[in-house]
């Protein structure tokens, strides 16, 4: 026996197939949306790599410090004002960042730029805790890429609050041991340690006989990834909006049926 024929089933299915190709092609332009973020992501990385080496002084123009060039500071680090970075992983591993201020001058404020001098991993249970080995206390020649910031992690404990993420007020603190925090403002780290930052960081690369590591993570670049991801959402927002074009035009020939 066949049912009787419902106008608000009808209006329902319209309406939920209505719904699923909005929904579905929102999501396929997000995806877009995400492929061009990366794809200027890339473009940005390409762009730097391909500058010539940029030398790091006190008077460097910020328009030259572009992020993922290659850059090279010479100076003396300021090991007592070290900060560790935590939560910071390399392949599966926990572990930590080393951040570490080189001075550029000896004016008052002395200039710096704050370079990350590399990973190394959290002591395993039961084991010593992991000290930060000391950065050389002779003048030095780094090398390595710039980056706009200290790459930062997501904490929901600290959402709305200030950027220090638990940085001390003043630096260096009382006992020598570098703080360890989760995130690194370079504002709130240059009011810490009084020193006139470049507004980058270094990234230190190559070999320099300590015991850290220096394959620094980067960016997510894969935007055809998401151009795919689009396909299939556009692909299900045609299928919704061809099921609605049916359900429509049935109920259309029902109502001209005698």
């Known amino acids: 026996m066949v049912r009787p024929h419902s106008t608000a089933r009808t209006l329902a299915a319209l309406l939920l197939l209505a719904i699923a190709v909005f929904v579905l ?12 973020e990366r794809l200027a ?11 010539a080496p940029l030398v790091l002084t006190p008077a460097t123009p910020p328009a030259q410090l572009q992020p993922w060039r290659p850059a090279q500071a010479s100076g003396r680090y300021r090991d007592d004002l070290t ?6 992983n390399r392949d599966g591993l926990p572990g930590y960042w080393i951040a570490t201020p080189l001075l550029l001058d000896d004016s ?28 050389p206390v002779a003048s030095q020649s780094v090398t390595g890429e710039l980056v706009e910031r200290v790459p930062r992690l997501f904490e929901i404990w600290h959402f709305g609050n200030d950027p220090e993420d638990g940085l001390p007020k003043r630096l260096p603190v009382d006992g020598g041991k570098p703080p360890t925090v989760q995130n690194l403002d370079l504002t709130a780290y240059a009011g810490a340690t009084g020193l006139r930052l470049l507004p980058a960081v270094l990234e230190q690369r190559g070999e320099v006989g300590d015991t850290l590591k220096r394959d ?8 055809n990834q998401n151009r795919g991801y689009a396909l299939q959402w556009f692909g299900f927002a045609t299928i919704a909006g061809i099921a609605f074009l049916v359900v429509a035009w049935r109920a259309l020939r029902r109502r001209r049926e005698p």
């Open 41 to 51: 992501i890339l473009q940005t990385i390409e762009s730097g790599r391909a500058q």
């Open 108 to 135: 008052n404020p002395p200039s710096a730029v704050l370079v990350l001098r590399g990973w190394m991993p959290r002591a395993a249970p039961g084991q010593p805790a992991a000290v930060a080995p000391p950065a």
């Open 83 to 88: 900060v560790v970075l935590d939560n910071r």
């Open 216 to 223: 620094w993570p980067q960016p997510s670049v894969d935007f």
């Open 25 to 36: 092609a929102s999501l396929g332009r997000w995806q877009l949306h995400r492929a061009a």
